[in-house]
Nanobody, 120 residues
């Protein structure tokens, strides 16, 4: 089992920044893909950013490229999403997820989510 706990959400004005953290515990994560998804009201959950725990390779949704950065800290077992130049359309519940093969809406492990609200 892998337990994921998100933190760092909140209210921010457009153009501002927020830093989300995902603390992971349980199994060794070296073989996992880690990612951040988000779900806005009335919309489907979408993958925002992903990182390979072993290689550190990253990928991003087009909508956040150049504004969001995902990283991992092997010593602290955390995955961080640094968000900058935030827009009202970034408002959503953000979820941390982990999977051993493919990150999708059916990922193996999920956190409970943290709310990010961007005001205009």
């Amino acid at each position: 089992q892998v337990q994921l706990v998100e933190s760092g959400g909140g209210l921010v004005q457009a153009g501002g920044s927020l830093r989300l953290s995902c603390a992971a515990s349980g199994r060794t994560l070296s073989s996992y893909l880690m990612g951040w998804f988000r779900q806005a009201p009335g919309k489907e959950r979408e993958l925002v950013a992903a990182i390979s725990w072993s290689s550190g390779r990253t990928r991003y949704a087009d909508s956040v490229k150049g504004r969001f950065t995902i990283s991992r800290d092997n010593d602290k077992n955390t995955v961080t999403l640094q968000m900058s130049s935030l827009k009202p359309e970034d408002t959503a519940v953000y979820y941390c997820a982990a999977d051993r093969s493919v990150l999708s809406k059916s990922a193996d492990y999920w956190g409970k989510g943290t709310l990010v609200t961007v005001s205009s």
